[in-house]
C-alpha cells in the first residue's frame, strides 16, 4: 500500500527544514513576521506574495492563509509586532513646535525604513481593498492623530496655540502631508521638507498669535 505524503501546502506541521522541529504559536508568528518584512526590503511591496513569504520563513502557505485572510492584514501585523511607530513616545519639550517637528521626524524615520515600504504599499493596497482601510486606521492614523491632539491640548494651555485647533482635522495635517509627499516624492524625506511643513503650514494653522508662522534661523 502506497503512503500518501502531506502537501506541503496545506499541512499544519510547519517544519524549519534545517533541525526538523514543528514550530507553532508566538515561535512559528515570529518567524512568518521576520519572512515578511525581510522578503518586503528585498521585492517590494508590489511583488510581495504570499508564497515568497512562506518559502522564506520555511512554513507551509496554508499556515499563512489560516493566521491572515490576506497578504496586506500580514503586513500590518508584521510591522505592529516590531512595536507601535515609535511617534507616540516623545516628550514633552516645553514647545508645541519642538514637538511636532519630533513627531514628524520620527515619523519620517518610520516610513524611510522598511516599515515605510510597507506603509506605503498598504496605502495602494487601500484602493483595490477599502475593508483594509479600518485597520489601517486603528493601528497606525488613530494612534498618531490623539498624540497630535495631545501635543495641541498642551500648547493651548501653555498659550502657543489656539483653542479652537483642537480638532482631529488639524491635529492630521502634519503628517497626512508628510505621507503625501512621500507617496508623490518617495524616501527618503529631507528634514527640510518637515521643516517646511510645521513653519509654512502647521504652525500658521494653530498659532495662538494670529497665525504668525516660527521665524525660520
Known sequence: MTTMRPDP??????????TRSRRRGDTLNTAIYAATLAELAEVGYADLTMKGI??????????LYRRWPNLAELVVDAIYEQGPLPVMELPDTGSVREDILGFLRRFAVALNGTSGEAIRGLMTAVLKHPELMAVIRNRFIEPGTEFMLEVLRRGVVRGEVRPTALTP??????????????????????????????????MPLISARGGAAHPRP
Open 9 to 18: 501546502e496545506t499541512t499544519d506541521q510547519d517544519c524549519d527544514h534545517r
Open 54 to 63: 512562506a518559502h522564506r520563513a520555511r512554513a507551509s502557505k496554508g499556515s
Open 169 to 202: 482635522r488639524v491635529a492630521t495635517v502634519g503628517h497626512d502631508l508628510l505621507r503625501q509627499h512621500v507617496l508623490l516624492h518617495g524616501p527618503p524625506v529631507e528634514d527640510a521638507v518637515l521643516v517646511e511643513i510645521v513653519d509654512e503650514v502647521v
